[in-house]
């Protein structure tokens, strides 16, 4: 896909995204959905959809990176980087917290499934 405009703007309210995703309207693209699975057998501590809807709720203006249009797509998608942190108990038996800066990309629909959520994965 070939990047036609961006800005520094959201295109839609985060927490309308955010009571959306808490009321799991939501649908993950593959990429995302594949990544969760994969993340939940890599990492060193479990991770699930369940810390996705956590991860979103957490989510600030702050997060905000900017919005996307592609030339073959007709929407806007609103990018967020952030830090999560998942508590643990660490091999000698002490909390621990393991710190993850995720890349969330997602667009508001219109349809049963009020956020679509296009890419998810460790910011790179």
Known sequence: MVKSAEKRTPEYCLTTCQQAVAARQYRLSRAADNYIADSAAAFSVPF???DL???ISTL???CFSKSIKYDNVDRWWDVYIADYRIP???EIGEPADMI??????????NDI???EIVSFHESR
């Open 48 to 50: 699930s959809v369940f």
């Open 53 to 55: 809807g956590k991860f």
């Open 60 to 62: 600030t203006p702050e």
């Open 88 to 90: 643990y108990i660490n």
């Open 100 to 109: 993850i800066k995720f890349y969330l990309k997602f667009f508001l629909r």
């Open 113 to 115: 499934y009020k956020v």
